[in-house]
């Protein structure tokens, strides 16, 4: 019987994004999706986590175990938060995207540069980076960098090119004073290819985060 994996969105635009990796690195997993762009805007609006946001991510957990999955991908930083309340009222891991990026992030350096275009995702991706560096009995230091604008030009203004102008230009900016860049959004993950000319590591979570779902469920 395939194994189950229920991931759960506050956007549309990752979902193709997803379900391609997971196609073509758990070919034997069923995906199951959980989408609800509210959690998002919510949490844009209010720059961050609500008891509203908690709740629902409470509710589709209990959900996504109801339905007999076996594990739980939380796909956006800004709600991981959120994640660690609800693992506490299920009996399936629930897991982060981009857990296993951020501790790449402190083994590959100390000065690490945390990029983000949602300004809810800022503070919660660069906790995150904190958490393992302490994990890791790691000094480092984390600096937020915030590509003002990318967020509206490609999901209000429909605009890739500015998008990518933004963020390319805010990388350009955090390598000369870091060893190591960490994109926050699953959104930044189509840039890698224009950042080839980066002189230091530029770390995006799609691809691990679903790699990582091996190991839960042994496969």
Do not use: W
Not at 90 to 112: F, H, R, S
């Amino acid at each position: 019987m395939k194994k189950k994996v229920a991931v759960i969105h506050t956007f549309l635009y990752s979902v193709e994004d997803l379900k391609k990796l997971f196609r073509e690195k758990l070919p034997d997993v069923e995906m199951i999706n959980i989408v609800d762009d509210s959690l998002l805007e919510e949490a844009l609006a209010n720059k961050g986590l609500t008891p509203g946001i908690v709740k629902r991510i409470c509710q589709y957990a209990t959900t996504a175990q109801e339905m007999d999955a076996d594990l739980i991908l939380n796909q956006c930083s800004s709600v991981g938060e959120a994640a660690d309340v609800a693992q506490k009222l299920i009996d399936i891991p629930y897991i982060k995207i981009d857990q296993p990026m951020a501790a790449k992030a402190v083994e590959l350096g100390t000065n690490i540069a945390v990029i983000a275009t949602a300004i809810s995702t800022l503070e919660p991706s660069s906790r995150l980076v904190e958490s393992n560096a302490a994990k890791m009995d790691k000094k480092v230091n984390v600096n937020r960098f915030f590509a003002d604008g990318a967020y509206e030009a490609l999901l209000v203004e429909n605009d890739r090119e500015k998008h990518n102008r933004i963020v390319i230009d805010t990388v350009k900016v955090a390598a000369t004073t870091n060893d190591v860049i960490v994109l926050a959004q699953g959104s930044m993950y189509k840039l890698m290819p224009l950042l080839a000319d980066i002189e230091i590591p530029v770390l995006t979570s799609l691809e691990t985060g679903v790699e990582q779902i091996k190991k839960y469920l042994d496969i």
